[in-house]
Structure formats: structure tokens, C-alpha cells
């Protein structure tokens, strides 16, 4: 049975993934996260996924942007021992860090929907909006969790392009709205 490949994340209200938990990310309204009342409810998909992933997936400069970070964060402890999946055609093995389970660099989305033909559990991605987008015109992507947070940021890295494309049909399989203002929606995608 093909594995599940699930693109996870926060986004505002008009479809901005940029810069959710900083600036130091590149966004100069970045952080907007932290800039919503904390209410755990809202963030337990992350401990529900977590029990879901069996791989994580990341584009170049999200990997770079995590893995430092991860590898030792409590936070991410459940993540630590699971395959990681790099897909970029510019980094190197040696770039790699060495500390944070087995990693596997993928130098074509062939090499993904390879991947994904094989056994195995869902794969997550985390960030990585470019790549997301990528998969997604190639028909790889099969559910979105998503966590929209009441903010309109206008300008920035968007999970879905405005550029014309064939529709692509989702299904609503799980939904919930929290006080806080922030909403979760697990979509599937009809291939």
C-alpha cells in the first residue's frame, strides 16, 4: 500500500506559511504564532501527527532551518530516531547533521513518488513551501493539516500559488475551531 505524504503546518487566514515562529525567518511580520493567544488545545494535532509519522520530509532550506534545532529539542524527541527525507538537488552528504537519525537525500520528485510506492507509514512535511508546492502539481501530496491563525499578513510565502492549474478536489475529514481564533482543518486530496 503507498504511504500517505501529509504537508503540515500553520497558516494565516489569506495563505501565508511564512516566517510563523520569528522573524529571524525572513518575515518582517514573522512570529505571528507567538502573536496568538497560546491555548494547548489548539496545537494537539502536533501530538496527534506525532503518533502518525513514521518519516519526516523537508525542502533544502527547511531542513536547514530545523534540523539544528530539532535534533536536540525535547520538543521534538519523538522525531528523533524516524528516517528524515531531504529533497534538494544542491545539498551535499556531508552537509547533513550527524546527530539526528537516518537521513536520505531525494534528488527528484521521482525519487519521492518512488518513496512513497513503497511500504511503510505516513510522511510528514513540515514547512518547506516550495517543495510542498512541487508535490502538489505533481499530484504527491494526499492530505493537508493545517492550523489557521487569525492574522492577515498580505505578502509572503504562500502554501497554495495563484497561478492557473487544474482544480484539485478536497475532502474535509477533520475540523475544529478554538477559542483563540485559530482553526484546524485535515483535508484530503481526490486523486
Do not use: C
Request: glycine letters at 10%.
Amino acid at each position: 500500500m503507498a504511504r500517505e505524504l501529509v504537508w503540515t503546518g500553520f497558516m494565516t487566514l489569506d495563505g501565508v506559511v511564512d516566517s510563523p515562529g520569528g522573524s529571524s525567518e525572513g518575515h518582517p511580520s514573522g512570529g505571528w504564532v507567538l502573536g496568538t493567544e497560546f491555548l494547548p488545545e489548539a496545537f494537539a494535532l502536533k501530538a496527534e501527527e506525532l503518533e502518525d509519522t513514521t518519516a519526516l520530509m523537508f525542502g533544502r532550506r527547511s531542513y536547514e532551518a530545523f534540523a539544528p534545532i530539532w535534533a536536540t529539542s525535547e520538543d521534538h524527541a519523538g522525531y528523533q530516531d524516524l528516517p528524515k527525507y531531504v529533497a534538494s538537488t544542491s545539498l551535499e552528504e556531508d552537509a547533513l547533521v550527524s546527530n539526528w537519525g537516518p537521513i536520505t537525500l531525494l534528488r527528484s520528485t521521482e525519487d519521492i513518488a518512488a518513496l512513497k510506492d513503497d511500504d511503510g507509514g505516513a510522511i510528514f512535511i513540515h514547512g518547506s513551501a516550495e517543495l510542498a508546492r512541487s508535490l502538489q502539481d505533481a499530484g504527491l501530496i494526499d492530505r493537508y493539516n493545517l492550523l489557521i491563525f487569525p492574522v492577515l499578513l498580505g505578502s509572503g510565502k504562500r502554501l497554495f500559488t495563484a497561478e492557473d492549474r487544474e482544480s484539485t478536489a478536497l475532502s474535509l475529514r477533520e475540523s475544529a475551531h478554538y477559542p483563540n481564533g485559530v482553526i484546524k482543518a485535515v483535508y484530503e486530496v481526490h486523486h
